[in-house]
């Protein structure tokens, strides 16, 4: 019995943190056989530097590895009422994907707070 249990509690482990995939058809660019991971956050900058958490979030890794991570949000902290663009140049700092840390990375916020975060790992 207490066998039957174990087993069945695993299954139920490997259903849970398996990544969802999508049966939709690809999107442009995109490989089918794709995963597609919504709704676990991610963290952004403010207009500041400092760090907000959003949970707007999709990533997309594809069959020959690379992953695409886009965040977005509103009302993000804007102290410049002015549009800022941050990346890996501007910054020094690295966005972590699934698959690890990545230089390619850009991060838009307008002037009403609206952010749109996206990390590139090839």
Same mark, same amino acid.
């Given at each position: 019995m207490r066998k039957t249990i174990l087993s069945a509690a695993c299954a139920l482990s490997l259903v849970a943190f398996s990544p969802p995939t999508s049966g939709e058809a690809p999107a442009t660019g995109e490989v089918r056989g794709a995963i597609h991971i919504n709704g676990l956050g991610c963290g952004?900058?403010?207009a500041d530097g400092g760090s907000v958490w959003v949970t707007s979030d999709r990533a997309v890794i594809t069959p020959n590895g690379k992953e695409r991570i886009t965040c977005k949000a509103k009302? *993000?902290? !804007?102290s410049s009422r002015r549009g800022i663009q941050f990346n890996y140049e501007n910054t020094g700092t690295?966005? =972590?994907t699934d698959l690890g840390p #990545? #230089?390619? =990375?850009?991060? #838009? *916020?307008?002037?009403?707070? !609206?952010s749109t975060l996206t990390c590139f790992f090839r």
């Open positions: 952004m900058m403010d009302g *993000i902290p !804007n690295r966005c =972590w #990545t #230089t390619e =990375w850009h991060q #838009t *916020i307008s002037a009403s707070g !609206n």
